[in-house]
Structures are given as structure tokens and as C-alpha cells.
């Protein structure tokens, strides 16, 4: 029996890849010139197609499975599903068919709100208000779980690692990231894909509306997916990939009073940039979440960096709140920004917890 030799799996992480399905449009192309200009996605809503309490929302504009996907197999899938499968399609199209070439070593990590809102609730009436109670269409079901979103999407593509599904919250990007990285340093694949996905609905505008708290004044939602290719920068450089960024640390705190989420997020940003052994004056971007905890997290960055003058890159403003894929949308728009430096992309949840990830921009 010949030895294996050990794998060294200590090292760096890098992005070596990312694609993005937004308001902006389909690919990361349209993500970055859209964010790096500032530019507004948000449209005012047609109130008999989205009779929701939003008179404006950042949509991928023109989207539907069939029209990104095809018409076979895409009858009955939802849009958040159809959104992953799309982003997840763009990145390994841009990679080429080396990326899978060992498809039980990739790893798909998929972060998610609550799956596709519309569907469980589309669902659940069918079964309540059907010919009788039981009486639904089987085919629709797969919609209404949470994993499903991450599940077709590697049947879809044909990726046999670890298949995982994430849902934190507004730290749902940032908790996938996290995963992935200990998906890798334990052996479990070779390489991770990761990112999460949200869709639009008039369902999820209405659990989005009654759960804000603070003065009650709701910003946009928006909705979207990104996906990003994780992988050592050895492996990146063999397969023709450039680093995009190094993952130097991710973190995590929890809080219990509102009051003590500023605290919260200095700490857990001082923790941070010491993990990833970088000072505070070397952050050169800050892609905060934003939203009902602005104020908090704001100030929280700010006692952590003592004093730093970084520029902040606020994407929630241009295509509205994107709830479970706003940290992904974050981390894309630092990658979108490059340059070189330090970049740090921070979340606060309301159901209290904060994170954030320290990121090594290529030049």
C-alpha cells in the first residue's frame, strides 16, 4: 500500500472567483460597475403584481428560471432556487470544466433566509384551501424546505462534495464563509463554493415589514444571490486563477440588549483584525450591513478602528436590504472595489449576534 502524503491545510484561503445574480443584473461584471458606481437599483413597484407595504425594490431585473436556466426542469422551481443555480452556473462556466474535475472534493456552501417564503406559504394555503385539505401539487414541496435551494443547485451542476445549507440572519454570508473554511481545514473537500441567495415577495415583504423594529421606517428590499470559489492561492495559481483576496479571520459575538451591540461589534472587530494580525490603521475598506443597526454598527467600527479614516462601501443603500445575502453581497462588493489593502465586512443581526471577516485585497 503506497502512503498518502498529508496535506498542509494551514495555510492561506483565498477567493479566486465570484459571480453575482443582482439587481444590477446577471454576472459579476454588472455587480462591480454597478457598485463602483454608486448607481441606484432600486424601481418603484407595480402595487397590482407586488400589493406589498414597499413602493420600491431592487429585482434582478427580467429574471425567471426558464429564461436563465432553460425550460427543462425549471417548470417548478422557485426563484431563490433558480437565482443559486444561476450564480453557482456563472462561476464554474467562468472556471472551466477543471474546477469539477473531482467533483466529490468541492464543496457547495449556501446560505439562505427561511428558503423561498412565497413557496411555504403558496403551500400551505393550497393545503388549506383545496378541494380538500390534503389535495396539493407534489411537485411543488421540494420548494418549501430549506435546503433546497443548495441541493438542486449540486444536482444541477454536478457537485458531490459537502452540501450545506446556512441561515443566520443578516450574518448568513459571513457564517457560510466561516463554514466553508472549516469544511477545508478538516479534510472534508479540496475546495468550497460559497455564498447565499435571496428572492423577492410580496410574502417576505410583509415578514420583513412587521419584523423591523426601531422607528418603524423600512428601507428597500432587494434580493439576489453571490457565490464565491474558495481554495489555497497554490491551488488557484496551478489552475490559472488569480487570488482575488486572502480570508485572514472571521468572527463571531452575540449580544443580549440592543444597547450592547455597539460594544459588541468593537469587540468582535478588535478580535478580528488581532487574528488576522493586522492593525487598525491598515483597513482601507469597511463594508458594514447597514439597516436597523447602522447607527450601532457604525459606531461600533468605529471604536475599533480608533480613530481610522476608511472608505466605507454601503451596497444595501443602491438595490435595498437583501437580507440572507447581504453579507455575500458585501463581500463582493469589497472584491469589486480591489486595490490592495485591508478590507473588513462586518453584520449585526437582530436576534443579536454580530460578525465580521478580515479580507487581504490583491493589488
Same mark, same amino acid.
Given at each position: 500500500? /503506497?502512503?498518502?502524503?498529508?496535506?498542509?491545510?494551514?495555510?492561506?484561503?483565498?477567493?479566486?472567483?465570484?459571480?453575482?445574480?443582482?439587481?444590477?443584473?446577471?454576472?459579476?461584471?454588472?455587480?462591480?460597475?454597478?457598485?463602483?458606481?454608486?448607481?441606484?437599483?432600486?424601481?418603484?413597484?407595480?402595487?397590482?403584481?407586488?400589493?406589498?407595504?414597499?413602493?420600491?425594490?431592487?429585482?434582478?431585473?427580467?429574471?425567471?428560471?426558464?429564461?436563465?436556466?432553460?425550460?427543462?426542469? /425549471?417548470?417548478?422551481?422557485?426563484? *431563490?432556487?433558480?437565482?443559486?443555480?444561476?450564480?453557482?452556473?456563472?462561476?464554474?462556466?467562468?472556471?472551466?470544466?477543471?474546477?469539477?474535475?473531482?467533483?466529490?472534493?468541492?464543496?457547495?456552501?449556501?446560505?439562505?433566509?427561511?428558503?423561498?417564503?412565497?413557496?411555504?406559504?403558496?403551500?400551505?394555503?393550497?393545503?388549506?384551501?383545496?378541494?380538500?385539505?390534503?389535495?396539493?401539487?407534489?411537485?411543488?414541496?421540494?420548494?418549501?424546505?430549506?435546503?433546497?435551494?443548495?441541493?438542486?443547485?449540486?444536482?444541477?451542476?454536478?457537485?458531490?462534495?459537502?452540501?450545506?445549507?446556512?441561515?443566520?440572519?443578516?450574518?448568513?454570508?459571513?457564517?457560510?464563509?466561516?463554514?466553508?473554511?472549516?469544511?477545508?481545514?478538516?479534510?472534508?473537500?479540496?475546495?468550497?463554493?460559497?455564498?447565499?441567495?435571496?428572492?423577492?415577495?410580496?410574502?417576505?415583504?410583509?415578514?420583513?415589514?412587521?419584523?423591523?423594529?426601531?422607528?418603524?421606517?423600512?428601507?428597500?428590499?432587494?434580493?439576489?444571490?453571490?457565490?464565491?470559489?474558495?481554495?489555497?492561492?497554490?491551488?488557484?495559481?496551478?489552475?490559472?486563477?488569480?487570488?482575488?483576496?486572502? *480570508?485572514?479571520?472571521?468572527?463571531?459575538?452575540?449580544?443580549?440588549?440592543?444597547?450592547?451591540?455597539?460594544?459588541?461589534?468593537?469587540?468582535?472587530?478588535?478580535?478580528?483584525?488581532?487574528?488576522?494580525?493586522?492593525?487598525?490603521?491598515?483597513?482601507?475598506?469597511?463594508?458594514?450591513?447597514?439597516?436597523?443597526?447602522?447607527?450601532?454598527?457604525?459606531?461600533?467600527?468605529?471604536?475599533?478602528?480608533?480613530?481610522?479614516?476608511?472608505?466605507?462601501?454601503?451596497?444595501?443603500?443602491?438595490?435595498?436590504?437583501?437580507?440572507?445575502?447581504?453579507?455575500?453581497?458585501?463581500?463582493?462588493?469589497?472584491?469589486?472595489?480591489?486595490?490592495?489593502?485591508?478590507?473588513?465586512?462586518?453584520?449585526?443581526?437582530?436576534?443579536?449576534?454580530?460578525?465580521?471577516?478580515?479580507?487581504?485585497?490583491?493589488?
Amino acid at each position: 500500500m /503506497t502512503a498518502t502524503t498529508p496535506v498542509d491545510r494551514t495555510g492561506r484561503l483565498v477567493f479566486s472567483a465570484w459571480s453575482a445574480v443582482s439587481p444590477y443584473g446577471i454576472g459579476g461584471d454588472a455587480f462591480a460597475a454597478g457598485v463602483v458606481a454608486g448607481r441606484d437599483a432600486t424601481t418603484e413597484l407595480d402595487q397590482e403584481t407586488y400589493p406589498g407595504p414597499y413602493p420600491r425594490a431592487g429585482l434582478v431585473p427580467e429574471f425567471t428560471a426558464a429564461g436563465a436556466l432553460g425550460r427543462k426542469g /425549471t417548470r417548478t422551481m422557485d426563484r *431563490v432556487t433558480a437565482i443559486a443555480v444561476s450564480a453557482v452556473g456563472q462561476l464554474i462556466d467562468d472556471c472551466g470544466p477543471e474546477l469539477l474535475a473531482e467533483p466529490d472534493r468541492v464543496g457547495l456552501v449556501l446560505g439562505t433566509g427561511s428558503g423561498s417564503v412565497q413557496s411555504i406559504m403558496d403551500f400551505t394555503k393550497d393545503s388549506l384551501t383545496g378541494a380538500k385539505p390534503y389535495h396539493v401539487d407534489p411537485a411543488l414541496f421540494p420548494n418549501t424546505v430549506m435546503n433546497r435551494a443548495a441541493g438542486q443547485s449540486a444536482i444541477w451542476h454536478g457537485i458531490k462534495g459537502p452540501n450545506t445549507t446556512i441561515a443566520g440572519g443578516a450574518l448568513t454570508g459571513l457564517l457560510a464563509l466561516s463554514y466553508a473554511m472549516r469544511l477545508y481545514r478538516g479534510g472534508h473537500c479540496d475546495r468550497a463554493l460559497l455564498g447565499a441567495a435571496e428572492e423577492y415577495s410580496v410574502q417576505r415583504a410583509w415578514l420583513e415589514w412587521h419584523g423591523r423594529t426601531g422607528d418603524g421606517v423600512a428601507p428597500s428590499l432587494g434580493e439576489g444571490g453571490a457565490v464565491f470559489l474558495l481554495e489555497p492561492k497554490s491551488d488557484a495559481e496551478t489552475a490559472g486563477r488569480t487570488a482575488l483576496a486572502a *480570508v485572514l479571520a472571521t468572527r463571531f459575538r452575540a449580544f443580549g440588549e440592543t444597547v450592547d451591540a455597539r460594544k459588541a461589534v468593537g469587540d468582535c472587530v478588535r478580535a478580528a483584525l488581532a487574528q488576522a494580525g493586522v492593525s487598525a490603521a491598515d483597513v482601507r475598506l469597511v463594508a458594514p450591513a447597514g439597516g436597523e443597526f447602522e447607527t450601532a454598527e457604525d459606531a461600533g467600527v468605529a471604536d475599533a478602528l480608533d480613530g481610522g479614516t476608511p472608505e466605507f462601501v454601503r451596497c444595501g443603500q443602491l438595490f435595498g436590504d437583501t437580507s440572507a445575502a447581504g453579507a455575500s453581497f458585501q463581500l463582493a462588493a469589497v472584491l469589486a472595489k480591489g486595490g490592495g489593502g485591508i478590507a473588513l465586512v462586518t453584520g449585526v443581526d437582530r436576534d443579536g449576534t454580530v460578525g465580521c471577516a478580515v479580507l487581504e485585497l490583491a493589488g
